[in-house]
């Protein structure tokens, strides 16, 4: 997981050793949810292209893929989420829309920081 701030909007960058996606989400500062502009458009554009097998294609035409001499990436560190007090669950709270709007959810959903010492 990465976190990366821009002025007043956090993005959060997850990529899953289990799972063959990565999502990246906006927030502000404090873990409020923030759509940027297209994020539903964006979506279907990106399922579009699956449905289509154009995928590969796609980020070929954005840039092509050609050998290159990438220089290795840092060493990854991890770092227990209970030594993070900002990413605390009990500091995040996401509002929740539709008929319970008034009402906020903790996140991440589930309680307690074993979920995520577990992948670090």
């Not at 990436?73 to 008034?102: D, E, F, I």
Request: proline share 10%.
């Amino acid at each position: 997981m990465a976190v990366v701030r821009y002025d007043d909007i956090v993005l959060w960058h997850y990529a899953f050793a289990d799972h063959r996606f990565k999502i990246s989400a906006t927030t502000d500062r404090h873990g409020g949810p923030v759509e940027t502009a297209g994020a539903r458009e964006g979506l279907a554009e990106l399922l579009g292209l699956i449905q289509a097998d154009r995928l590969v294609a796609f980020l070929g035409e954005a840039h092509p893929f050609t050998p290159v001499n990438a220089s290795a990436a840092p060493a990854t560190q991890s770092t227990p989420l209970r030594q993070v007090p900002l990413l605390q669950p009990s500091l995040r709270h996401w509002p929740v829309r539709g008929p319970l709007a008034a009402s906020w959810v903790p996140w991440p959903p589930w309680r307690g920081a074993e979920r995520f010492d577990a992948d670090c």
